[in-house]
T-cell receptor, first 113, second 115 residues
Framework: GDSVTQMEGPVTLSEEAFLTINCTYTATGYPSLFWYVQYPGEGLQLLLKATKADDKGSNKGFEATYRKETTSFHLEKGSVQVSDSAVYFCALSDRGGSEKLVFGKGTKLTVNP | DAGVIQSPRHEVTEMGQEVTLRCKPISGHDYLFWYRQTMMRGLELLIYFNNNVPIDDSGMPEDRFSAKMPNASFSTLKIQPSEPRDSAVYFC?????????????FGPGTRLLVL
């Protein structure tokens, strides 16, 4: 079945450092890809998404590009802030239309001042 | 927009007791999802509904778990009897097929502790 593999955390960075969180997927068909973020004590919220190959999703300085040839959707940010400390989840939707999401296990990011 | 509303936010109960978790999706959304999150197993989809009808309950761990959606604005997840291994954070999420769909909106979660 469909699956998502994320780099294992936790990841600890200093403020203004560059961030990469790797995500690869296995799916039949052409999934939509997502990054969700979970701040402490809260539910998940959508950070960015891409619906087809070579699309780039971006939000709040975060970016991810849908790479079909490498089945990847790596999350990047050029300069992290303390407020970016959270758990990040990569996910796919195999129908791209409100069907169920398959989530990775999450990567915890801590940014120190 | 009030977002997805879940109640209670915290629940502490004793093993063997019945637990009912509640969810009010965003108005107009036609999909509703129930998830469970634990440190060991991560985020698991338990069941989801479309237009109040259960579509996939393959993630429901066992017969002790049941979920209902009597109308478009309310859903419950019931555990009877509860066990310590049910301790987790339970999330409800909703989404809409209109306007493209795809994005799921999560509630704040219910933290359940079974003693």
């Amino acid at each position: 079945g469909d699956s998502v593999t994320q780099m294992e955390g936790p990841v600890t960075l200093s403020e203004e450092a560059f961030l990469t969180i790797n995500c690869t997927y296995t799916a039949t068909g052409y999934p939509s890809l997502f990054w969700y973020v979970q701040y402490p004590g809260e539910g998940l919220q959508l950070l960015l998404k891409a619906t087809k190959a070579d699309d780039k999703g971006s939000n709040k300085g975060f970016e991810a590009t849908y790479r079909k040839e490498t089945t990847s959707f790596h999350l990047e940010k050029g300069s992290v802030q303390v407020s970016d400390s959270a758990v990040y989840f990569c996910a796919l939707s195999d129908r791209g239309g409100s069907e169920k999401l398959v989530f990775g296990k999450g990567t915890k990011l801590t940014v120190n001042p | 927009d009030a977002g997805v509303i879940q109640s209670p936010r915290h629940e502490v109960t004793e093993m063997g007791q019945e637990v009912t978790l509640r969810c009010k999706p965003i108005s107009g959304h036609d999909y509703l999802f129930w998830y469970r999150q634990t440190m060991m197993r991560g985020l698991e989809l338990l069941i989801y509904f479309n237009n109040n009808v259960p579509i996939d309950d393959s993630g429901m761990p066992e017969d002790r778990f049941s979920a209902k959606m009597p109308n478009a604005s309310f859903s419950t997840l019931k555990i009877q009897p509860s066990e310590p291994r049910d301790s987790a954070v339970y999330f409800c999420a909703s989404s809409s097929t209109s306007g493209g769909g795809e994005t799921q909106y999560f509630g704040p979660g219910t933290r359940l502790l079974v003693l």
